[in-house]
């Protein structure tokens, strides 16, 4: 067992061995990875501050050299001497400003003209840069006895011509002074070196190296006896490459890390030295405290390992969901997102989130393959080779910019995106590019519907004289538009509106009174409002107009503003009034019509509290006179009795017919109840008459009921139901007599004539009232609702009626929905202490109709004699027992076995059973009253869709854009508006029972392109096309509408061509207007007049594309030309030599122009082919197809003039040479003072 214990023993003392050098080794690997991290990381931070550093030294040298070139170019200006006295102060007053060691002038065979003198390098190199001609300045390094120090040299200029050297010197402590940078909290510091490895400058660091003069000296030895070379050789190996890197340099006291890069500029490079104790500090403790952790027990190791291993798992865990995060947040952004980078000559996908791929409408597959991952392959339009080469060039020089694309989708649409494109380096150093793509459809889309509207508000504010006004209600100030002058002077005050209106001559005092009451309703917050004003204008006219008003609000509420029109309805009022009048009177009586009547009535009711007489008249046997004598005669009896009934009157009474031999009066302020029945007797002996035709006699008379306001009501209605009901009695009776309404039921009351005309009663006996309605019901009702025309006036007196003679409590009128789920109570009558049901807008809840239709008899009738007992299971909705109802009938209207309406008749008080005589007469009422209400509502609904239509074409009519309509399924054109009409190939034809393809289009099919498929009621699909006819761009929307009852497509094609050809004018005017301006930039930096005007004919020639571009002015013996300046492109000769001095009299062309200083506009040569052959000679042996010119004017005087010959671009466009003339003429004119002054001052 001992020796099997001790096996044991050695065995876990060589597993915990070999678990101790495992971690050992993986803690050495693992420190020694953090640790070359550490470094790349640390490198790379070295690296970007050195490329600051540099970018800096670069700037400083930069501002410098600037510096330098801006003294060089005055000093050239200044003086063609730079020996002279005056130069070398300017030199030394210059020097005194400068920050650098000091200025030398250099003369052109490399001396000096001051100063020390120079050896044959300096020399040497002064004069080859002089003869190169340049006009930049130029950084060198020299070496001398005190050392190495840096020079600026720009040539000096005058008259164009190199004159000298500017050189300007820095030494060391100011080069010192430009590498010294603050490098991780002062401790490191930089060195600037030659390329040859000489130092030029180093940091003013305490420990930087100041006896070292060269890169060998730098890096001497290395503590321990060790070499230095392999170091410094690295480093110079780079130099000479041009190349950046780093070292780690070891010497006494702690190792450096060294850095290097080309500073671009003298071929110097900067040299960054940082402690390596600083730079590995963080990698150096983690190595130190691995080692520390390897000497614990293994169990420490051990629970350390599983806790490095489950932070491990968690930090993993946590990037993964960090990783997560980051795909969601890239794929939620809103738009596509995509990244480029360069492989070749091509550009490839680095990575794209799905929302890219469904903005362009393209898989991710798709898209590779058949668009090779190009978005201008999927564009609706190519683009042209200038905006390609405008991109291009954009990304070649990393220039984020934007720009809106037009996409085409797989179903035929087009989607207008935003490209947004940046730069980013991304992990290998390589450049990418991000593109973020946004929908902007919709934008589109409002901005060309806004265009549209803006465009048609214009047109209607000139194709109207409609005037708009707007008042500012915080400043009180008020305008209008321009043509309210055309109708009115000017308003004598535009200030505290609207009370400068007072004394105003259009407004009378009563007017003007109403018109600021009306403004002032719009200061308390009133959103709009409108008035009718009769106002006089300038010409005396007293014409009607309509103000329709609309108020502003801020954010807070508070009105601001008020916009409103000012609308001529004179015509219209004028004709209103005319007709008004027409349509009250009976056009056969001239008494007052039905509608008339009672609104004559109801006024007078609504307006006084004094009592009145409603009596209401009806010719007896006026049927016997239309039958035998002739309806005419009948109509001439009419007329004659209307009259008769009129005179019998005051004016003050209201007359009218309300129907074929019907007639109402209503006496206005009656007191004396004798005073009505005189005039009852008056009536009924005028109307007492006999007529006579072939020995036979046709006599009438006249039956009339009276009631009184406001004991028998105080309605219209009621007066006119119980005016009515006694004329009813009064025929019942015997006619030829009056009866006054009455609710008593005592006969004694009675009162009237009891003579041969005896006055009865309405109420005799209440059974002989019932008997008479129910023998008569349908032509009651008939004659009900031929006296109302308006059902809504006629069913309610009708129920009132029926409800009274079949002692109901409740009966009412409901009509179901079109899809049969719910029903509203139309019409309703209660009885007194019965509660109402109907609420208007209200809706209840249908019970399901096929239950219910296979319980009704063969009338449609639903009988329930006891409510309490119990309510069918299919009528589970109607809460009729907790409304109290005792018994119900419910008759049903039925049509093509869908329920329209039904009628509902309650009793109340107690069960009743319905009798068959009952059944039938409220089965005839039931369908009397369905018929009326239900066709009332199909013939509303007809024409409120008739309206609809016609207002619908009225209104397409008007509009300038396209319209036509066309069936959904059949491609039937059911309408084409005028413009469409008007169109030339269509004029005269006739669009009915054609399809919209054949008919517009010419096509024996439906179109390729057509968006029926694509299309809904709910929004426009809207689309863009350029028709290949006439070549017009529409833009072009559709949608699905109800026409007439069929489903259609209706077309709206909106002409953009003349907006298209403005936008592309108007960015052709800004292109060339930014050429211009360069070309204008670039003249005022120009050292010379000849240069200035040679840089602005370049590039006139370039946007013209023109073959030269010119100067001509005449010459001083008024008889000759010369051509002062030319611009040629590429292979063409020059004439300049050939025209000095030419004769005006040898060319006509030019004779003309320099006589009359006007513009030279020839757009084809061949026109001189005959009028003048030497002429057309002299141009074609030029090679010139057309050419343009426009004369220069300095101060009002005549110059010459600049021209263009063959221009290929801008054909026409004058107004390009038009502004070249102007600043070549300032030009020449600031010149001019320049070199006066110069003269004076010399």
């Not at 002089?130 to 190495?148: C, H, L, Q, R, W």
């Not at 492989?343 to 680095?350: A, C, N, S």
């Not at 602005?1096 to 000759?1120: C, F, H, K, P, W």
Request: proline residues 2%; glycine residues 6%.
């Amino acid at each position: 067992m001992a020796i099997t214990g001790d096996q044991s023993s050695k065995k876990i003392k060589y597993v915990v061995i070999m678990a101790a050098l495992v971690f050992i080794l993986s803690a050495l690997i693992f420190m020694n990875m953090t640790y070359s991290n550490a470094k790349k990381e640390i490198f790379a931070s070295i690296h970007d501050l050195e490329r600051q550093n540099v970018v800096m030294l670069r700037q400083n040298l930069q501002i410098n050299k600037n510096f330098v070139s801006s003294i060089a170019v005055n000093l050239g200006r200044l003086t063609p001497d730079l020996n002279s006295a005056e130069a070398i102060r300017f030199i030394r007053e210059q020097n005194w400003f400068a920050d650098f060691g000091v200025l030398y002038l250099i003369n052109r065979d490399g001396n000096m003209f001051f100063g020390p003198g120079f050896d044959d390098e300096e020399r040497s190199y002064f004069r080859e840069l002089m003869s190169k001609n340049i006009f930049y300045p130029d950084i060198n390094v020299f070496n001398s006895e005190t050392g190495y120090y840096l020079t600026i040299n720009s040539p000096v200029r005058h008259n164009d011509v190199v004159i000298g050297v500017l050189s300007a010197r820095f030494y060391k402590d100011k080069l010192n002074e430009l590498v010294t940078f603050d490098i991780f909290n002062g401790t490191g510091y930089c060195y600037l070196l030659s390329k040859d490895g000489s130092i030029i400058a180093r940091s003013d660091h305490p420990v930087a190296n100041k006896k070292a003069n060269t890169l060998t000296e730098l890096f001497s030895s290395v503590p321990g006896g060790a070499d230095g070379q392999i170091y410094h050789t690295a480093i110079a190996d780079g130099m000479e490459k041009g190349i950046s890197g780093e070292i780690i340099y070891p010497i006494k006291g702690g190792n450096r890390a060294v850095s290097y890069m080309p500073v671009d500029v003298a071929d110097m490079y900067l040299i960054t030295s940082v402690p390596e104790d600083v730079v590995f500090s963080a990698a150096s403790g983690h190595f130190f405290k691995g080692l520390a952790f390897v000497l614990v027990s293994i169990v420490t190791f051990a629970a350390v390992m599983c806790y490095f291993f489950i932070a491990i798992k968690k930090n993993s865990e946590i990037i993964e969901s960090a990783n997560r995060e980051l795909s969601l947040l890239y794929d939620s952004v809103p738009g596509g997102i995509v990244r480029y980078v360069r492989q070749g000559d091509k550009w490839r996908i680095k990575s794209a989130n799905e929302r890219f791929y469904k903005l362009i409408g393209k898989t991710k597959e798709i898209f590779e393959r058949e668009y090779d991952n190009n978005l201008i392959k999927i564009l609706s339009a190519p683009l042209s080779e200038e905006t390609k080469q405008n991109i291009e060039l954009k990304v070649k020089n990393e220039e984020v910019f934007e720009t809106e694309l037009k996409l085409n989708m797989d179903d035929g649409s087009a989607r207008w995106v935003c490209l947004s494109v940046d730069y980013v380096i991304g992990d290998e150093e390589t450049k990418e590019v991000v593109a973020t793509l946004s929908d902007i459809t919709d934008i589109k889309v409002a901005d060309q519907e806004l265009y549209i509207s803006k465009e048609q508000f214009d047109i209607v504010k000139k194709l109207t004289n409609v005037i708009f006004f707007e008042w500012n209600i915080e400043t009180g100030t008020v305008s209008h538009s321009s043509n309210f002058l055309d109708f009115f002077d000017p308003l004598d005050s535009y200030e505290n509106f609207p009370y400068s209106i007072e004394g105003y001559r259009a407004f009378s005092q009563e007017n003007t009174k109403d018109l600021i009451t009306f403004f002032e309703q719009f200061k308390e917050g009133i959103k709009e409002n409108s008035i009718e004003v009769s106002l006089v204008n300038k010409f005396g006219e007293t014409l009607w107009y309509k103000t329709l008003m609309s108020t502003i609000f801020d954010e807070s509420g508070k009105p601001v503003k008020v916009v409103g029109l000012l609308t001529d309805i004179d015509e219209q009022k004028r004709k209103l009034q005319s007709a008004e009048e027409i349509a009250m009177k009976d056009p056969l009586t001239q008494l007052f019509n039905k509608t008339s009547t009672r609104d004559l009535i109801e006024s007078y009711i609504s307006s006084t509290q004094s009592q009145g007489v409603l009596m209401m008249f009806d010719i007896d046997n006026f049927k016997s006179i239309n039958d035998t004598l002739g309806h005419l005669y009948g109509d001439a009896v009419l007329s004659e009795l209307a009259h008769t009934l009129k005179s019998l009157f005051r004016d003050s009474d209201v007359t009218g017919r309300i129907g074929g031999d019907e007639f109402v009066v209503f006496m206005t302020n009656v007191k004396e109840i004798a005073v009505v029945q005189k005039k009852a007797e008056s009536i009924l002996n005028a109307f007492k008459r006999t007529f006579r035709k072939e020995g036979i006699e046709n006599g009438i008379s006249c039956s009339i009921g009276i009631s009184l306001y406001p004991w028998d009501g105080t309605t219209y209605e009621e007066l006119m139901q119980k005016a009515d009901l006694s004329l009813y009695f009064s025929k019942s009776c015997g006619k030829n007599r009056y009866n006054f309404y009455s609710d008593s039921m005592d006969i004694n009351d009675l009162s009237g004539n009891k003579g041969t005309r005896e006055l009865t009663e309405i109420n005799a006996i209440h059974g002989l009232v019932q008997k008479n309605f129910r023998e008569n019901v349908a032509e009651y009702i008939l004659k009900l609702f031929y006296q109302y025309e308006d059902v809504d006036a006629a069913v309610p007196i009708l129920l009132d009626f029926v409800g009274k003679s079949f002692n109901l409590g409740r009966a009412d009128v409901s009509v179901f929905s079109e899809d049969d789920t719910y029903y509203e109570v139309l019409y309703e009558w209660c009885d007194e202490g019965v509660d109402a049901l109907k609420v208007d807008g209200k809706r209840f809840v249908a019970d399901e109709w096929s239950s219910i239709k296979s319980h009704l008899d063969e009338n449609d009738i639903l009988l329930c004699g006891d409510v309490e007992i119990g309510i069918p299971d299919f009528l589970e909705n109607d809460d009729m027992r907790d409304r109290g109802v005792k018994s119900v009938m419910l008759c049903y209207i039925v049509e093509h076995e869908k329920r329209k309406a039904v009628l509902s008749f309650e009793h109340y008080k107690e069960k009743h059973v319905f009798t068959k005589e009952e059944m039938d007469t409220i089965r005839t009422i039931s369908d009397t009253i369905s018929l009326f209400v239900l066709r009332a509502r199909e013939r509303v609904e007809y024409d409120e869709k008739e309206a609809q239509m016609r207002n619908w074409e009225v209104m397409l009519d008007e509009t300038d854009d396209i319209v036509y309509v066309s069936d959904a399924e059949s491609y039937e054109l059911l309408y084409l508006n005028r413009t469409g009409r008007d169109q030339p190939w269509l004029q005269g034809k006739d669009f009915k029972n054609h399809k919209c393809y054949e008919f517009l289009f010419g096509s024996d099919q439906p179109c390729s392109f057509c968006t029926m498929h694509l299309l809904s009621k709910d929004k426009y699909y809207v689309w863009e096309r350029t028709d290949p006819n006439t070549g017009y761009y529409y833009m072009l929307k559709d949608k699905l509408l109800d026409w007439n009852g069929r489903l259609a497509r209706i077309e709206w094609g909106i002409n953009l061509t003349e907006k298209q050809e403005q936008q592309k004018m108007l960015s052709s005017r800004l292109k060339i207007e930014k050429a211009l301006l360069d070309g204008i930039g670039e003249m005022t930096y120009a050292t010379s007049l000849e240069e200035s005007m040679n840089i602005i004919l370049r590039r006139v020639a370039e946007l013209y594309r023109a073959d030269r571009s010119y100067m001509m002015r005449i010459n001083e013996d008024g008889q000759t030309i010369s051509m002062t300046n030319e611009w040629l492109a590429e292979g063409v000769a020059p004439e300049i030599g050939n025209l000095q001095n030419f004769p005006l009299d040898r060319s006509p062309l030019w004779h003309n122009a320099f006589s009359k200083q006007e513009p030279v506009f020839l757009t084809d040569i061949s026109e001189f082919r005959e009028s003048d052959p030497d002429e057309y000679e002299r141009l074609a042996i030029q090679g010139i197809e057309d050419m343009y010119a426009i004369p220069i004017t300095i101060k009002g005087k005549f110059w010459g003039f600049v021209g263009v010959d063959t221009p290929r671009r801008y054909k026409g466009e004058m107004y390009v040479l038009e502004s070249v003339a102007y600043f070549v003429a300032d030009e020449i004119s600031k010149r001019r003072i320049i070199e006066s002054s110069e003269e004076k001052g010399g």
